[in-house]
């Protein structure tokens, strides 16, 4: 059907299909969560927040478990080495997301203001953690993570938790913030009214601001930092193995792609675009087309990285030899093969039934509602 080089290029595309599914789709959950307790004022306010998210934010998640999944069988040295060397990072975002089921359950059930509030800031803290620690993540994979791989192929991690959060990997994570933020109030305000609908408005363009400002600030950082190049003749079709190439460090070495390839540049311009025009339309128009702008930023924003690093996935800061590239880090070709089958048969599969759900809970939530239907919903 494909060869081996070209189905590693269609894996690689997929992650990142994946990934940007995962941050489209959970991203307005994750801000919606990180924004409840500034943003509703009110108990029935806070309700009604989180009963926006509540229908769909289970069925959102499956793109996470799709892009683990996606990275665990096409991308095995890649699933190795992240998911050991961020072990600590990964816990924390797998408890957090434990929480917010949790507090979404026990906020409805408690009788007391005390417990209310404490059960708000946990779902708080559901949305926080998980959006900083990827964005922290996505900085570290630019900077290169240190691992390292023996003559057998055993992977050693060098690093530190607390090493993941240097000043650019932060700044990522604040961009990684910003940007669901702007997502979520453009999704809130679509689903509120009256004064919970005039603050999420303000809440997209403020926190749209926020995203080109940061997102330019990490754009202009990457200049200065150590990227990553490979010297050495690689066959784009041969047995996946790490150690045979040579990697050198060279500053700045990120932006080559855009002036070997200029139709790179549509990702960051998308990014920008994207956030600007989130900006402009969410003070002028309650059209759910909005929300498409801030799709299309995040779309953008996550380009930017796979394409500055291609084909780069993830580098080692340690060892850069042992770099992992799309040409030497997937898994078998009948792998790949089979994978992709099963991927054009479910995936159009999943996206039906996630606008089926989306069909189905359509329209704004309401007081109204929820006194209605006090018993069925959070």
Known sequence: MFDYEVLRIIWWVLLGVLLIGFAIMDGFDLGAAIALPFIAKTDVERRLVINTVGPVWEGNQVWFVLGGGAIFAAWPYVYAVSFSGFYLAMLLILWALILRPVAFTFRGKATGQTWTTVWDWAIFISGFVPA??????????????????????QMVYTGSFFALLNPFALLCGLLSVAMLLMHAGIY???????????????????????????????????????????????????????????????????????????????????????????????????????????????????????????????????????????????????????????????????????????????????????????????
């Open 188 to 378: 809130l305000s679509i689903k509120t009214e009256d004064v919970l609908h005039e603050r999420s408005g303000k809440m997209a363009r403020f926190f749209g601001i926020l995203t080109i400002v940061l997102f330019a600030a990490a754009g202009c950082w990457i200049a200065f930092i150590n990227g990553y190049e490979v010297t050495s003749v690689l066959a784009h079709d041969g047995p996946s193995n790490p150690l045979h190439k040579e990697v050198i460090l060279t500053s700045g070495i990120w932006l080559q792609n855009y002036h070997a390839y200029p139709w790179m540049l549509t990702a960051p311009i998308l990014g920008f675009l994207g956030a600007g025009l989130t900006v402009m339309l969410a003070r002028k128009s309650n059209s759910k087309s909005v929300i498409l702008a801030s799709a299309i930023s995040i779309f953008g924003i996550i380009s930017t990285v796979g394409l500055s690093m291609f084909p780069f996935i993830l580098p080692s800061s340690s060892m850069p030899n042992v770099s992992l590239l799309v040409w030497d880090a997937s898994s078998s070709k009948l792998t790949l093969q089979i994978m992709l089958f099963a991927t054009v048969v479910f995936l159009p599969i999943i996206l039906l039934y996630t606008a089926y759900v989306f069909r189905v809970f359509r329209g704004k939530v309401t007081a109204e509602y929820l006194e209605t239907n006090s018993k069925n919903l959070y």
């Open 132 to 153: 900083l620690i990827f964005g922290v993540a996505v900085g570290n994979v630019l900077q290169g993570v240190p691992f390292q791989f023996d003559d057998s192929l």
